[in-house]
Nanobody
Framework: QVQLVESGGGLVQPGGSLRLSCAAS????????IGWFRQAPGKEREALSC????????YYADSVKGRFTISRDNAKNTVYLQMNSLGPEDTAVYYC???????????????????????WGQGTQVTVSS
């Protein structure tokens, strides 16, 4: 069964950190570009970061640049999102997604729209509050 499962969310105080994991089963993550998204209540889905399959080229939205870091461990079939200096504005459900794209396109993974990804996780809640 093809599946993406996010974990690592929770309640954290402002200024704190969390590391989200996105574990794949039923397919080999090596061949897929991975994107992280979030959606807060009443807001549109926001693309945060992505990483290409082959070159490991990364993209970060301005809202998270310098605070979040995406990485992949192909041996564990898992992608991570390290989130530092969290603030209340980061409160949302966080999703990972996987898709196969032409190599030239995935090197510009910041241009890939959410609907172009094939597999999605169920989401993990991140709440930043004191």
């Amino acid at each position: 069964q093809v599946q993406l499962v996010e974990s690592g969310g929770g309640l954290v105080q402002p200024g704190g950190s969390l590391r989200l994991s996105c574990a794949a089963s039923g397919f080999i993550l090596d061949y897929y570009a991975i994107g992280w998204f979030r959606q807060a209540p009443g807001k549109e889905r926001e693309a945060l970061s992505c990483i290409s399959s082959t070159d490991g080229i990364t993209y970060y939205a301005d809202s998270v640049k310098g605070r979040f870091t995406i990485s992949r461990d192909n041996a564990k079939n898992t992608v991570y999102l390290q989130m530092n200096s969290l603030g209340p504005e980061d409160t949302a459900v966080y999703y990972c997604a996987a898709g196969m794209f032409h190599s030239d396109y995935e090197r510009r993974c910041g241009d890939i729209s959410y609907y172009e990804y094939t597999y999605w996780g169920q989401g993990t809640q991140v709440t930043v509050s004191s």
